[in-house]
C-alpha cells in the first residue's frame, strides 16, 4: 500500500516514506477511525472515519518489536500485541495533534 499525504514525507530518508505494509487492522468502535499496524517498520497508521490518513505514529522497537495486534476493550482503551520473544500485550494511549 501506497500512500502520497504529507504526513507519509520525510519520515525515514533510507526507504520510501509512502509504503506501509499492513499486519493488522481494526476500527475504533468510539470513533469508528481505522487503525493500521506495520509490523516490518513498526508504525501505527489512524485513518479517519472516510478512509483519509490523520496521522501516523512510529512505534518504539524496543517495546513493539513486530505488532501484530489491534483490540479495543468496552472503555475503549487500545492495545496492541507483539509478536516475538516475549509477545506481549501493551495498552496504548495515543498523543494526537
Excluded at 509512502?18 to 499496524?37: A, C, K, Q, V, W
Excluded at 517498520?41 to 483519509?52: F, N, R, T, V, W
Amino acid at each position: 500500500m501506497t500512500f502520497k499525504e504529507e504526513i507519509f514525507k520525510n519520515k525515514n530518508k533510507k526507504k520510501s516514506g509512502g509504503s506501509f505494509f499492513p499486519s493488522e487492522i481494526n476500527r475504533d468502535p468510539h470513533t469508528g477511525e481505522m487503525l493500521m499496524l506495520e509490523a516490518r517498520e513498526p508504525k501505527l497508521l489512524i485513518l479517519d472515519a472516510q478512509g483519509s490518513p490523520k496521522s501516523l505514529h512510529r512505534l518504539d522497537r524496543k517495546f513493539f518489536p513486530q505488532p501484530e495486534g489491534l483490540a479495543f476493550d468496552a472503555s475503549g482503551n487500545l492495545y496492541i500485541s507483539t509478536e516475538g520473544d516475549p509477545g506481549m500485550i501493551h495498552r496504548v494511549k495515543i498523543n494526537q495533534k
